[in-house]
């Protein structure tokens, strides 16, 4: 990691040393780190490095050629991203981000910092092992893809990413965060990749409300559905091969086994060691093992809380918590993860998740009014976790037998509201009414009603998500 | 359609909460033939006390459906038989051409029930759409949530006359729209929907 110099402008008041150049307030044009071709090739070279290797093992014949067609991809790869990096430059003036970037097709990007949903820094293994960073916006629009600067150097990222959000807020903040920065730092800090980060990352120290166990995580994701489909699927792998003992055999089947572990490492990796933080800007989490994920949540984004048991979890009192937050995932190397929701809590138990709850969430109604008696006949295995609740600010559905997933929707978030009734629950004399927030990825079911129920949810939901509103726009 | 003829109001008195904590958890009022003691009709319909206000769409939209399963029964017919006569016999191809013009008459039974199934309604405060025959939809869509109002209009509907609204909010699941309103209707509902978003636009 390359020297950098202790940085960290903003709050003035704060325990850190006030030197290091401001972040670009000055207008002028910014460059990207020179090394970023290397991290945005560094992907591309550990397939085409696989690849070659399968290749080479696989036939030994035409290992030439197909050296030469690799090296020549590699060599393309790296020149694009050499390319891009001299056309790309950036800026930060009158509260908005400028990014110009493209050879032939010029663009030219706006984003008004009043808009950010949220600011992320990542980091990729590569990024890691050369101290740079990658810079994400969020902005509230369900497919507009955001702002990316990759890469930074990484103090430099965290000093702009400060720099940008504090722009983002309004002015009279100032003064939370000194207020903030002055209380006690972050506790449990050990020897995992993570702290060291940390240490640098949260100029105004918060209060620290989560961090997983990864031991924990570990068993969590070998009892997950992942992890037993990895193991049942190596499992019948290796029972092919031994019954038919050609290696043939074997060697077709490496590409799904390896698939199936990649899978398993994913998640480890984008769980490991994740940690909640609270601080005056929002939730602060980061995670990752190889690859560094950091993200605020600011106050107010929480769009749903999630709540999930999987069933072999349930035995041993572990759950997990998401939230999800307005606006695209933007996760380009995991497209799987753009439809799963943010996990606060990858792993914890019960009561880790009843405390970040109540931070999450001013009140908390629970799902006390249980399906009537008809709906056994409709869903006999989920009718045991059918249940629904609210007060004057959330509402509260669970459903689902094997994995129970009891999921909270703040009232003034509330888009729209639907009324469902298919065949058989209209002989049942049932129906259901599911409510939608902003983006694609949750809806709260209040599944299998009484008719005359769901018609009273449908005539009065709307009433109350309106006051909702009126007094959230009040406040 | 103007304001005066907008159904009433049917919000409850403000702050009430949704679910009365003293009220039996499990209810077992319901019989499960479906009459509910609040005197809802017995196919299902929700009471949503807005019966009188429903607004149709045009009658045409029957028509424009009947053209749009036809110009899709007899394509698919004729190739259908085509490839059954080439493949096996000229007899098997002409079964199937007429078994797939039957198929298309039967689905043309049901086209009135669906048509006559979509209504909506301007309230005070949101858009009520409902549709549906087998599975019943009925959605509620705030005008302060409403992020932008499209209308659409497909070559057999714009032959007709008429043209589809739609209405989008930031959940992707909120799926509003009205199809066959004759194509004036439709142009001031939407410059109606907007005016009234606009006053009661809300942030996300």
């Known amino acids: 990691m390359t020297p950098l110099p202790p940085a960290g402008p903003l709050p003035p008041a704060g325990p850190l040393p006030p030197a290091g150049p401001l972040p670009p307030a000055d207008a002028s044009w910014h460059r990207?780190?020179?090394?970023?071709?290397?991290?945005?090739a560094g992907r591309h070279l550990v397939t085409i490095?696989?690849?070659?290797?399968?290749?080479?093992f696989?036939?030994?014949?035409?290992?030439?050629?197909?050296?030469?067609?690799?090296?020549?991809?590699?060599?393309?790869v790296l020149a694009g991203g050499v390319v891009s990096w001299l056309v790309t430059r950036w800026q930060v003036a009158d509260g908005v981000l400028r990014i110009e970037t493209g050879l032939v097709r010029r663009q030219s990007l706006r984003f008004p910092l009043?808009?950010?949903?949220?600011?992320?820094?990542?980091?990729t293994g590569l990024a890691r092992v050369l101290g740079l960073g990658e810079l994400r916006l969020r902005m509230a629009g369900a497919d507009s893809s955001g702002g990316r600067l990759a890469s930074l150097p990484l103090a430099e990222a965290e000093r702009l990413r400060q720099h940008l959000l504090s722009m983002a807020r309004a002015p009279g903040s100032l003064a939370t965060r000194a207020a903030v920065a002055t209380a006690p730092g972050i506790p449990g800090t050990g020897g995992e990749p993570a702290d060291g980060r940390e240490a640098r990352?949260?100029?105004e120290p918060g209060r620290l409300l989560f961090r997983v166990r990864s031991r924990r995580l570990a068993a969590a994701i070998a009892l997950s559905r992942t992890g037993v489909i990895a193991v049942a699927g190596i499992a019948a792998m290796v029972a092919v091969a031994m019954l038919n003992r050609q290696p043939g055999v074997f060697a077709s089947l490496?590409?799904?086994?390896?698939?199936?572990?990649?899978?398993?490492?994913?998640?480890?990796?984008?769980?490991?060691?994740?940690?909640v933080v609270v601080a005056a800007d929002g939730l602060r989490l980061r995670s990752g093992l190889v690859q560094m994920t950091a993200e605020t949540i600011r106050p107010g984004r929480v769009q749903a809380v999630r709540l999930v048991e999987p069933l072999a979890w349930r035995a041993l009192g572990w759950c997990r918590l998401e939230v999800d937050v307005a606006g695209p995932r933007q996760r380009r190397e995991n497209r799987s993860e753009s439809r799963r929701l943010r996990a606060l809590i990858p792993v914890g138990s019960r009561a880790d998740a009843e405390q970040m709850i109540s931070e999450l969430l001013t009140t908390r109604p629970a799902p006390s009014r249980l399906a009537p008696r008809s709906a056994r006949w409709k869903a006999p295995l989920t009718y045991h976790f059918l249940a629904w609740g609210s007060d004057d600010r959330y509402v509260v559905a669970s459903r689902g037998r094997v994995c129970r997933k009891t999921t909270w929707v703040p009232l003034e978030k509330v888009q729209s509201v639907r009324w469902v009734q298919g065949p058989l629950q209209r002989r049942l004399g049932l129906a259901s009414v599911r409510l939608d927030v902003a983006g694609r990825r949750v809806t709260a079911s209040i599944q299998d009603r009484g008719t005359a129920e769901a018609g009273e949810i449908l005539r009065r939901l709307p009433g109350l998500a309106s006051d909702a509103r009126t007094r959230h726009q009040a406040a | 359609m103007t304001r005066s003829e907008r159904p009433g109001d049917t919000t409850p008195a403000p702050g009430a909460p949704l679910a009365d904590p003293g009220a039996p958890a499990r209810p077992d009022g319901t019989p499960p033939d479906g009459t509910p003691p609040d005197g809802t009709p017995p196919d299902g319909t929700p009471p949503d006390g807005t019966s009188a206000g429903w607004q149709r769409p045009s009658p045409l939209l029957l028509r424009a459906r009947r053209i749009q399963a036809g110009l899709v029964t007899g394509p698919v017919a004729l190739l259908g038989g085509l490839l059954a006569g080439v493949a096996a016999s000229p007899a098997a191809g002409l079964g199937t051409g007429l078994g797939l013009v039957a198929a298309g008459v039967v689905a043309e039974r049901f086209l009135a029930r669906r048509v006559a199934a979509w209504g909506y309604a301007e309230r005070n405060d949101d858009l009520m759409v409902r549709r549906g025959v087998m599975i019943r939809r009925e959605s509620v869509?705030?005008?302060?949530?409403?992020?932008f109002i499209d209308v659409t209009a497909g070559p057999v509907e714009r032959s007709l006359g008429l043209a589809t609204l739609r209405m989008h909010t930031a959940a992707a699941a909120s799926d509003a729209r009205i199809p066959g309103l004759e194509r004036a209707e439709a142009g001031k509902l939407r410059d109606n929907l907007a005016a009234l978003g606009e006053a009661q636009a809300t942030g996300l």
């Open chain 1, 49 to 56: 490095g696989t690849l070659v290797l399968v290749l080479f």
């Open chain 1, 114 to 123: 009043s808009q950010v949903q949220a600011i992320d820094v990542v980091q």
């Open chain 1, 201 to 203: 990352d949260s100029r």
């Open chain 1, 32 to 40: 990207l780190h020179p090394l970023s071709p290397l991290v945005r």
């Open chain 1, 254 to 275: 490496l590409p799904l086994a390896v698939g199936v572990v990649l899978a398993v490492w994913r998640q480890f990796n984008s769980d490991y060691g994740a940690t």
């Open chain 1, 58 to 76: 696989a036939n030994r014949k035409g290992t030439g050629s197909d050296l030469v067609v690799n090296l020549v991809l590699v060599a393309l």
């Open chain 2, 141 to 147: 869509i705030p005008y302060g949530r409403m992020q």
